[in-house]
């Protein structure tokens, strides 16, 4: 795919997105080829960290104890999770499944793990949202700008990536870079590579859909 392309389509597709009341979020799909979903190896899950913020909240969620929990706070993590919250978490079920379906990534500290596993692991595996662990000394604001950053990609049972990469405000440029990231993390998980890509599409929330060509 050539960068030049998918700027022209970007550019198409704001000139067809109507004026909104709120600000669109741009999405890309991409749509594959070739694959053998039946083989578990062919599936895979990234955390890909954007050149340029999508410019939307990303709802980060934090598990730690002392200090960690209170830079989490301060740092400004929508939500913060301590030990004894954690443990209460089990006996709520459907509180435990809210907060899985809530936020976008989970951070811990690594002590908490096992807990969390035993809490939460069912609400939070099958989303593949199991939290990032992190030693107990280690400063949490870095992380959550990084994650302020980074889209969830994942293939499963249907040839289909969706991702967000930006908001329909953004420049062309900035989105394009965006786009082409996405697509060079999923190229490098392909056997053929592009080869295995049939079509990319870029559109906004509700505009309508802009094939790359």
Request: aromatic letters at 4%.
């Amino acid at each position: 795919m050539v960068e030049k392309e998918l700027k022209e389509a970007i550019k198409i597709m704001k000139k067809q997105s109507p004026s909104r009341n709120f600000v669109e979020s741009v999405d890309i799909a991409i749509n594959l080829r070739d694959i053998n979903l039946q083989d578990p190896a062919k599936r895979f899950q990234l955390d890909v960290q954007l050149p340029n913020s999508v410019k939307k909240d990303i709802k980060i969620c934090v598990l730690a104890e002392g200090s960690q929990l209170v830079e989490a706070q301060s740092a400004g993590a929508a939500r913060v999770i301590d030990k004894e919250e954690l443990e209460s978490i089990s006996r709520e079920p459907k509180l435990a499944k809210k907060i899985a379906q809530q936020y976008d990534f989970f951070v811990a500290s690594a002590p908490l793990m096992p807990l969390i596993g035993r809490n939460l692991g069912k609400y939070l595996g099958p989303r593949g949202k199991m939290p990032k662990p992190v030693p107990p000394t280690a400063p949490i604001e870095p992380l959550l700008q990084k994650y302020s950053a980074t889209v969830q990609i994942r293939l499963r049972q249907s040839p289909v990536i969706h991702a967000r990469i930006g908001t329909v405000d953004m420049e062309n440029d900035a989105l394009a870079e965006n786009a082409l990231t996405v697509v060079g993390n999923v190229e490098s998980r392909l056997d053929k590579g592009e080869n295995n890509i049939r079509s990319i599409i870029i559109k906004t929330t509700m505009g309508p859909p802009i094939k790359v060509k």
